[in-house]
């Protein structure tokens, strides 16, 4: 009796100091999550963004709004004379900033569409302190929005985000209304999943420990940012924000992607299942390959398309004449356009570009 009491003290003593542990490793991981590294804007940068509206015609436009918590979020407004009618908000990933969406930026307007390219909230030029993974980012975007309807009343608004961005985008459809289209690029399907993954990073085992042996880590991270910033990161969930929407999603995932695995996209295209049926997934082998120019379309080498449930002959044709229309360009630009018409069947108008 007296060595059994002695194995259930020693027992309880492990417990309370493997939970001690996993507790401080959630607070430290979900202060590092809240807190990351603000990349400030360089003055290339904004020569860059400049050169990028000049190669246009146009102006580039610094723009500042205040979001619903007082915290003042900056961005830069780029629309092209003439236009094709619509605009894209741009989102971009963690620890980056509105540069780093200067390239498809750069696309879209080549192709007549009105752009905006936002900083995050405690991210490049914009105010506040904390990243909550589309917690405030929800309502940063909604403001955003009814400044493109306010001032350019655009016939669509689509957004393309990428990796933090195209989560805190898929977030947003919760709350947001009116988007036209969507392109996610590499959206984790809930921050529980990502924190499973990260965390098999850190001891090289894939998100399996992370979702067993070290979940307390992630709990208690969770109830700590609740607790601590009134952040509650349970609900950053792309998966049932997309499930519940009807706006047309394109999800886009590498299949070599080790900091975001792809497995995130199948799962918020699988839990779209019977509930938004115009959500489809491409996962290209290597990034930014040859771009499906029709969700029906057979995959190209080295790449794997995923169906969507629903095709109309208004995608097929237009994905047709996309691809006899840059059959003789040089292989960076027919990317380009493909991915640019893709948008444009996702969404279901067709500018001719």
Not at 115 to 142: C, H, K, N, W
Request: charged residues 15%; hydrophobic residues 45%; aromatic residues 8%.
């Amino acid at each position: 009796m007296r060595l059994l009491r002695i194995r259930l003290l020693w027992t309880a003593c492990i417990a309370a100091v493997w939970f001690a542990v996993c507790a401080i490793a959630g607070i430290v991981s979900a202060e590092w999550a809240l807190h990351p590294t603000r990349s400030i804007l360089t003055q290339d940068d904004e020569e860059r963004a400049a050169s990028v509206a000049e190669s246009h015609g146009v102006t580039l436009r610094q723009v500042e709004i205040t979001a619903n918590d007082g915290v003042i979020l900056r961005a830069w407004a780029i629309r092209p004379a003439p236009g094709n009618g619509d605009a894209v908000i741009l989102l971009h990933g963690v620890a980056s900033n509105r540069a780093g969406m200067l390239g498809p930026a750069d696309m879209l307007l080549r192709h007549g569409y009105s752009v905006l390219l936002p900083d995050a909230r405690a991210q490049g030029m914009s105010g506040g302190d904390l990243a909550t993974y589309g917690f405030l980012e929800a309502g940063d975007l909604q403001r955003w929005f009814n400044w493109l309807v306010q001032r350019q009343a655009p016939r669509c608004i689509d957004a393309i985000g990428e990796s933090m961005g195209a989560a805190q985008l898929l977030n947003s459809l919760r709350t947001v209304r009116g988007f036209c289209a969507l392109a996610a690029e590499s959206s984790f399907a809930s921050f529980r999943e990502v924190s499973y993954v990260r965390i098999g990073e850190w001891f090289g085992t894939g998100p399996w420990l992370g979702r067993t042996l070290l979940r307390p880590v992630v709990e208690f991270g969770i109830f700590y940012a609740r607790w601590r910033y009134g952040v509650d990161l349970a609900q950053e969930n792309p998966s049932q924000a997309v499930a519940a929407s009807r706006v047309p999603v394109l999800l886009i995932h590498g299949l070599l992607d080790n900091n975001i695995p792809p497995h995130n996209s199948e799962t918020i295209l699988a839990a779209s299942k019977g509930n938004n049926p115009d959500v489809s997934l491409w996962e290209p082998q290597e990034p930014w390959g040859p771009i499906p120019a029709s969700s029906s379309a057979a995959s190209s080498p080295g790449s794997r398309a995923i169906k969507p449930r629903r095709s109309t002959a208004n995608s097929a044709n237009s994905a047709s004449s996309a691809n006899s229309a840059v059959s003789s360009m040089r292989p960076s630009r027919q990317h380009e356009v493909l991915f640019a018409a893709r948008l444009v069947v996702v969404a279901g108008h067709d500018d001719g570009a």
